[in-house]
């Protein structure tokens, strides 16, 4: 598999140009990634209107993902969300999404600054910041109840905990309705290379997401927007456009660099290290489950632990870990999520194994979180993202109204987004996850 856009890089660092442009260090610098630090010269090609060795190395990612094209982000997939949600509104007549609740806050942003009117799609029991499980049947009714086609159905999978949502199943539903589907897949770059492809472009996502950077070896901040075979019809100047809406015009060459270089890893070596690596996980989550631990189903590569199952604050075990060398991706009063891939080495998985042996049974007491009603929208999301606003205390917030959307961590349900009304069930939860102060109108 060519990688371009290295190759082109390290000829010119080998070069001995005079550096007579940007950046301002000319390839010299205490980290020592400076040499291959360069813009947008002649032959490094431009990545809104690329034409050249990142076309090149964008085409070659669209083969390995099976995508009908794929296009790079330096600004991760917030970047890429944006865009996507910029395409369907321009591919529509309507302004109407229908989109899962436990969206990302890039989404919120999104959302106001293109003025989609956003109709949510709640779990339908009584639920909790972390998940938000869609039905196909709650689908087809939610789209059957709106009198206009939506531009768009917008989905999170796999979320922050690892749940996966059944993309195939709510495709078909999309489908059979015309409307286009959109998938926020940023902790699932990997799910294409896995011995069972299960990747939503596999499942019939119009337009994707990927943040290469969680679960690949890509550098922080690389993503793919990747356009699949259904839907949406858009030609490759109309989505480079819309990335460029909400991308800097001096995008990373480093990242890009380590998105054409992946390109490499996933021809070569992924699927191999993946199948490894899935089975290495899967055998610490069934040991972990023997000790006694609560251990979520979900997405391969990830290990959510209930911690409060087996007596212990999530956020506690997470620092009884640190001590012993582990550092855990996310923990809160209940949950500890850890992050697995290829490029673990096994001695990690027997750190973690060997750190929750010895964590044993905890001694706190088992807590429910609270429960929230659907809060009620008082001010377009739009008018209330933009309006002044100010950071006023959990308890004085009770009876405003949202100016910034507020998450446990994303991607999560918001507990409030811009424009509701802060009830005394939310302000419960903000206390519950340890959220001080809140944003609202003044």
């Not at 290379?193 to 950077?213: I, K, R, T």
């Not at 990242?255 to 690596?277: P, V």
């Not at 899967?282 to 959510?304: H, M, N």
Request: net charge negative; with cysteine.
């Amino acid at each position: 598999m060519d990688t371009p856009v290295c190759d082109f890089v390290a000829a010119y660092e080998k070069s001995g140009v005079a550096r007579l442009h940007m950046p301002g260090h000319k390839g010299k610098g205490p980290l020592g990634c400076e040499g291959r630090d360069i813009t947008e010269i002649p032959g490094a090609d431009s990545l809104y209107e690329a034409s050249g060795v990142i076309a090149q190395s964008e085409r070659s990612a669209a083969a390995l993902f099976g995508a009908k094209a794929t296009f790079y982000s330096a600004g991760g997939s917030s970047q890429c969300i944006k865009a996507m949600l910029c395409l369907a509104l321009q591919k529509s007549k309507s302004r109407v999404v229908l989109a899962a609740r436990n969206v990302h806050k890039s989404f919120v942003h999104a959302a106001a600054l293109l003025d989609a009117d956003v109709r949510w799609l709640w779990p339908e029991e009584d639920y909790q910041l972390l998940a938000c499980p869609v039905r196909p049947e709650q689908l087809e009714k939610a789209l059957a109840a709106v009198p206009e086609t939506p531009a768009a159905v917008y989905l999170t999978s796999p979320d922050y905990l690892g749940n996966v949502q059944p993309v195939e199943q709510l495709a078909r539903v999309c489908h059979a309705h015309g409307v286009p589907l959109l998938v926020d897949n940023a902790h699932g770059a990997y799910l294409h290379f896995l011995p069972e492809p299960a990747h939503p472009l596999d499942e019939g996502a119009d337009l994707c997401c990927d943040s290469a950077h969680k679960t690949l070896p890509v550098l922080t901040g690389g993503a793919y927007l990747h356009l699949g075979h259904g839907l949406l019809e858009a030609e490759e100047g109309e989505v480079r456009a819309a990335l460029s809406l909400f991308g800097s015009t001096s995008p990373s060459y480093l990242i890009l660099q380590s998105l054409d270089a992946c390109n490499r890893y996933l021809a070569d070596e992924a699927r191999s290290r993946l199948a490894h690596c899935a089975k290495a996980v899967a055998a610490l989550k069934a040991d972990l489950a023997a000790q006694g631990w609560a251990v979520a189903e979900g997405e391969a590569l990830k290990v959510t632990l209930r911690a409060s199952a087996r007596g212990w604050r999530g956020d506690a075990l997470a620092d009884f870990l640190r001590r012993k060398g582990v550092e855990c991706e996310y923990a809160d009063p209940d949950h500890l999520v850890l992050m697995v891939t290829p490029q673990n080495a096994p001695e990690d998985l027997e750190k973690v194994r060997a750190a929750l042996a010895a964590a044993g049974q905890g001694s706190e007491a088992a807590q429910t979180p609270p429960q929230m009603a659907r809060p009620r929208q008082v001010v377009s999301l739009r008018a209330a993202l933009l309006a002044p606003g100010e950071e006023v205390p959990v308890e004085a917030a009770v009876g405003r109204v949202c100016a910034a959307p507020t998450v446990a961590c994303p991607p999560a349900v918001p507990v409030a987004v811009s424009g509701e009304e802060i009830g005394p069930d939310a302000a419960a939860v903000f206390r519950y996850y340890g959220i001080e102060t809140v944003r609202v109108l003044r």
